[in-house]
């Protein structure tokens, strides 16, 4: 191959990819049992990190940023006066491998711009995980981005080499699609993500009657979502997020927050900070919801549409339930000490642990990790000495934000300004 | 006073476990047991070579597997690659209690040399993954996968496995030129070398033992690096976090020259 060309074209079709945040090359394991190259541990590694400090892990690139399409946040889009380029099937086959062998990366993350057609573009990224697997013997991971639109059957086909499967929403409600994206329906998304979900529920089913079925995406699929380019709520948002991961088994949902690269009326103009602090609380409240119990409604309503941005989403939940707290705790179940600001799920499993011996007083909840100055105005324990004030939430607050020192500190100042 | 004995061994692991058993069969209650090269020459002591016996080795190794966990004994070993001044002797600590107590019996955690022990064993494995993350192999003429390292702590043998499976189909060698031994995968096993002329091997001999086209695909890897970067989001207090400055030698994607 003609390396300098290459070099052209990787420089373009990697700077186009970069705005896809999903880099997990965790999940999907897959063990290296005929002698081949590659070893997927089901833990991701991290060969490098980017400058902003992100994780380099898989060779992200487009297929080709040659695209139908138009839509408006997007650099690829039709009308943008950029520079083209195709990479061809062996080309990206090669550069994965031999990125592979000098221990660059963990795999291949592959997307592309739609040319012709969903299935004609869906066909071609699945040709290059086909020749990966069964050329070259390669047992990396592989995520393949899925083409809006694309039919049943090539999407089965693509779990029979992917590790990962994801569409990509990028516009979390209906009408900011019409409106960015005039040319995509909303029903070509959905309906590869459908496929997919029930392959992998189809699979598991003859999984266990057949040992031999073939494995399908093992590592599931995600979906991700751009912050900020229209102008929905993080209700809106979290809404949305939390239909994605009922409906179709998400294993993961990004938030991606929007890079000005385009000027259009419709989206921030160019030099908009990129909202790196609500992309921060949307992921917070994504845990939240994941892993501590809340339900998206409880952080999230009409009388509370967005995420405070000075604090947590737990502590903005517990400040406006006051009437919960204190709780108690060597009493308290589960699900109410997960609830608490200051202690994390660990903590709650140390706490349970530890208080089956003894009632836990202020040092055994500092030696078990909690963080006390946020959590000692919402907890009793052992001890005769706790925060008996009554504070307004609005004090309350003020207290602790004073005595936090947060890593987004001087962003807050930056973008609370912004705001004033 | 009593003569304090001091053991000296070869650096091996079969070699400290040599110097367990020595210590036990002649009753030495609390030897100080050291690399031959750290030696230096104190009043009121009694230095004694210990020559590394593998037999002897493993039947220490045995009767500790006997006595403890799987993990334990991972953490054992870690700890004993940090070569850290004197770790052998909290080893050695270590084993005694694990010796003088019942089988099966729970030993106290709080224990200051288990303390200890995991924690060292924490920071080699960190190494261990840091190396696994950052190796880059350069490809030689010969059509061998070469990097050289140069780890803070001993940790070639801790990442045989991980390099074994990935690259069962390339021949590579991971050359340590601190500890001057390397790891050597011949497309059938692993096998400990040294090299006569180790700088021969170095990332900057490129144009004498690499391939030509070794250059091609590093400069297509900057050219992805530094491609991915977003400009607006730039944040080096997260970068150098991540990615410590001691671990940039390594790093083709850091050191190309256009
Ligand atoms: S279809 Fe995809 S690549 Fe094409 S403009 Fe829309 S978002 Fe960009």
């Known amino acids: ?420 | 006073m009593n003569a304090q004995t001091i053991l000296l061994y070869d650096g091996s692991f079969d070699g400290f476990l040599s110097c367990v058993f020595v210590a036990y069969d002649q009753k030495i209650t609390s030897p100080i047991i050291r690399k031959e090269y750290q030696t230096n020459n104190q009043l009121f002591t009694i230095n004694e070579t210990i020559i590394t016996n593998r037999q002897k080795a493993n039947r220490v190794w045995e009767g500790f597997k006997s006595r403890t966990k799987p993990n334990e004994q991972r953490g054992f070993f870690k700890a004993f690659l940090s070569e850290i001044k004197g770790v052998e002797n909290t080893l050695f600590s270590y084993m005694r209690t694990i010796f003088s107590n019942p089988i099966n019996q729970h030993i106290d955690f709080g224990n200051k040399d288990i303390l200890k022990i995991t924690q060292v064993a924490k920071m080699v494995d960190r190494e261990k993954h840091r190396v696994e993350a950052f190796v880059r192999f350069q490809l030689t003429k010969d059509d061998i996968y070469t990097s050289t390292v140069s780890p803070d702590f001993n940790v070639l043998p801790l990442i045989v496995k991980h390099f074994k499976d990935r690259y069962a189909d390339q021949k590579w060698l991971i050359y340590d030129t601190n500890r001057k031994y390397g790891i050597f995968y011949d497309l059938t096993s692993v096998e400990i070398i040294t090299l006569e002329e180790p700088a021969k091997i170095l990332p900057n001999q490129i144009q004498n033992i690499y391939k030509k086209q070794e250059v091609d695909f590093q400069k297509l890897w900057s050219t992805y690096y530094n491609s991915v970067n977003i400009k607006s989001r730039k944040n080096t207090k997260l970068h150098v976090q991540h990615l410590p400055k001691r671990y940039w030698k390594y790093l083709t994607e850091k050191n190309i020259r256009e």
């Open chain 1, 1 to 420: 191959m003609s390396f300098d060309r290459i070099r052209e074209k990787l420089s373009i079709l990697a700077d186009a990819a970069k705005y896809d945040v999903s880099c997990a090359s965790s999940g999907g394991k897959r063990s290296n049992t005929n002698k081949g190259l590659g070893n997927n541990t089901g833990m991701g590694i991290c060969h490098s990190y980017t400058e902003d400090g992100r994780c380099v892990s898989l060779l992200k690139i487009l297929l080709t940023n040659h695209c139908i399409y138009d839509c408006a946040y997007c650099i690829t889009r039709k009308s943008n006066d950029i520079k083209r380029a195709a990479f061809k099937i062996q080309e990206v086959v090669d550069l994965t491998i031999n990125f592979y062998r000098r221990n660059y990366i963990e795999g291949l993350f592959l997307s592309s711009g739609i040319f012709k057609n969903a299935d004609y573009t869906m066909e071609r990224l699945i040709q290059v995980a086909k020749k990966l697997r069964l050329e070259e013997n390669f047992n990396g991971y592989i995520h393949l981005k899925s083409i809006p639109g694309a039919s049943d059957e090539l999407m089965r086909q693509a779990g029979l080499y992917a590790d990962r499967l994801s569409v990509n929403i990028e516009i979390p409600t209906i009408s900011g699609l019409k409106l960015l994206a005039p040319d995509k329906k909303h029903e070509d998304f959905v309906k590869p993500m459908t496929k997919v979900k029930n392959e992998i529920i189809q699979y598991k089913e003859e999984k266990k009657i057949i040992k031999s079925t073939p494995r399908y995406a093992p590592a599931g699929q995600s979906t991700q979502m751009i912050i900020g380019a229209t102008g929905e709520s993080d209700w809106d948002i979290m809404r949305s997020a939390n239909y994605y991961y009922k409906k179709f088994n998400m294993r993961r949902v990004y938030y991606s927050g929007y890079v000005p690269v385009l000027t259009d009326n419709r989206l921030p103009s160019l030099g908009t900070a990129v909202p790196m602090l609500r992309e921060n609380r949307l992921y917070q409240t994504d845990w939240l919801i994941r892993f501590y119990g809340f339900s998206v409604n409880e952080i999230l309503n009409d009388t509370h549409k967005n995420l405070d941005v000075d604090i947590d989403p737990k502590l903005s939940w517990a400040l406006r339930n006051l009437n919960l707290f204190p709780v108690d705790i060597n009493k308290a179940d589960k699900t109410m000490l997960a609830r608490i600001p200051g202690i994390g799920m660990q903590s709650v499993y140390k706490i349970l642990q530890a208080r089956k011996f003894r009632k836990l007083n202020w040092s055994h909840l500092k030696a078990i990790g909690i963080a006390l100055n946020r959590a000692q105005f919402f907890i009793v324990c052992d001890s005769k000495d706790f925060y008996k004030k009554e504070l307004s939430a609005i004090s309350l607050k003020e207290k602790i934000v004073k005595n936090s020192s947060s890593k987004y500190k001087k962003l807050i100042n930056g973008q609370l300004s912004l705001f004033s």
